[in-house]
């Protein structure tokens, strides 16, 4: 089974850039899909097909993957950008996978 | 504006079979670009697919569940659902009902219902 692996935990300052990664084999040759998670609340999807933005998505978030690595970048951080985000990507139509999530905190 | 709304017990006795349904509403379930799906999310932890339902009937399971869960569609209440059966206190979770693209992406996604696997 496909695995994605993400690191537990982000800080960053107000103002600067948080770069969140989501590692898998190849994972350059899927397209990842990016959710935003704020407590007590469903995921919303931020980035999709590894570098669209959803309407309503600001540009200061960006989504680039090549290699083994996915990154999704949010510029500018803000408080209201705190929140668990989540790389997901479709291997085949019986494997949907999820990695486990980055917990981004603004300091 | 299309919605999707989770429903069903929130307390399942262990061994017994747990039941949500997803009403659709704002737009159809029947679509040739999506898939209707199931995710979980146990308490403190990450996101699982669970399957997915084409409206028409295909199904696609996750390996690890695929012995317990059936998901079917209903076009005529634009809804669908998640049975699984046998369950654990491992199946306490929160539930979420999503839409789902040809490719994975999820862009609609209900509020999610808090399930409880009991003795």
């Known amino acids: 089974s496909y695995v994605l692996t993400q690191a537990p935990s982000v800080s960053v300052a107000p103002g600067q850039a948080a770069s969140i990664t989501c590692g898998g084999n190849n994972i350059g040759n899927y397209n990842v899909h990016w959710y935003q998670q704020k407590p007590g609340q469903a995921p919303v999807l931020v980035v999709y097909?590894?570098?669209e933005r959803p309407s309503g998505i600001p540009d200061r978030v960006s989504g680039f993957n090549s290699g083994n690595t996915a990154t999704l970048t949010i510029n500018s951080v803000e408080a209201g950008d705190e929140a668990d985000y989540y790389c997901?990507?479709?291997?085949?139509?019986?494997?949907?996978?999820f990695g486990g999530g980055t917990q981004l905190t603004v300091l | 504006q299309l919605q999707l709304e989770e429903s069903g017990p929130g307390l399942v006795k262990s061994s017994e079979t747990l039941s949500l349904t997803c009403t659709v509403s704002g737009g159809s379930i029947i679509s040739n670009n999506h898939y209707w799906g199931w995710i979980r999310q146990p308490p403190g932890k990450g996101l699982e697919w669970i399957g997915h339902?084409?409206?028409?009937?295909?199904?696609y399971y996750k390996s690890s569940l695929k012995s317990r869960v059936i998901i079917s569609a209903d076009m005529s209440k634009n809804q669908f659902s998640l049975k699984l059966s046998s369950v654990t206190a491992a199946d306490t979770a929160v539930y979420y009902c999503?839409?789902?693209?040809?490719?994975?992406?999820?862009?609609?996604w209900g509020r999610g219902t808090r399930v409880s696997a009991s003795s």
């Open positions: 097909n590894s570098r």
């Open positions: 339902v084409y409206y028409s009937g295909p199904t």
């Open positions: 999503g839409r789902m693209g040809s490719n994975g992406l999820m862009d609609v």
């Open positions: 997901q990507l479709w291997v085949s139509t019986s494997d949907v996978v």
